[in-house]
């Protein structure tokens, strides 16, 4: 695996035979989802079905999107916390800083990822994202953003992005990763839909199928130019300190060396 997750697989709570199977997708990491994919009457039975396999540790990390604050949310979160299978909860709809303490102080040990789904969430994004030790990450819930700004499409987006790749940067969280693309025949506008993601500054991006799994992965790692590039860099660094110029015209400096350093590790295999 990279440094950080590429890939993040939702799995329904409510269909444990299908979280099974997204336990050896090749996900980096399985979200199983008590919220938007279960029922209101079957959100019981999915906490108490999530529960149960996460009594034993699954062979990748396993997170939990819980339901928004109030009492769904507050069952799944006592249900859950402490299950030896768990490596972290997923808070929808998340709009203030408080709420991210408020579940801090339930739970003692547990990873915690914030959801911005509205207006409000994106405008306290750093707020947020600096509100606990225990945050480890930030992203967007954009079916939601886009119902709450009335916007038709992604494009519209695109700023709501940028203040999160921001925020997250700014609050020394890594790279926020893509929501999902809702289409899974649509292979193509998933391509096109991470690489510019990537140009905005995201670093992978959560699916709802395993076969967009590998799509996601060939639009983050980087290909064979890019390491060639990055290498270039780094040799060129190791030759002579500061800034310079290479041969083909490019101008290096600190920055350059950091990024070709990152690419790199992006490069290296990853296990199965």
Known sequence: MTAYPLTWLYAPGDRPHVVVKALTSGADVVVIDLEDAV???RKAYARAAT????TDRPPVPVHVRVNAPGGWGEQDIAALVGTPGLSGLRLPKVTSAAEIVHVARRTARTDLYALLETA???EQAY???TAHPRLRGISLGEADLCADLGVRDGTGLDWSRSRVVVAARAAGLP????SVHPDIHDQEGLAASCAHGRALGFLGRAAIHPRQLPVIERAYLPDEKEIEQAETVLKAAAVEQGAQALPDGRFIDAAMV????RTL???RPRPR
Do not use: N
Not at 51 to 54: D, G, P, Q, S
């Open 175 to 178: 790279p926020p990763a893509q």
């Open 265 to 267: 590790s992006m490069a």
């Open 51 to 54: 529960a149960e396999l996460l």
């Open 258 to 261: 950091t990024a070709a350093r």
């Open 120 to 122: 409000l969430g994106v």
């Open 127 to 129: 707020a947020v994202a």
């Open 39 to 41: 029922p209101p009457d």
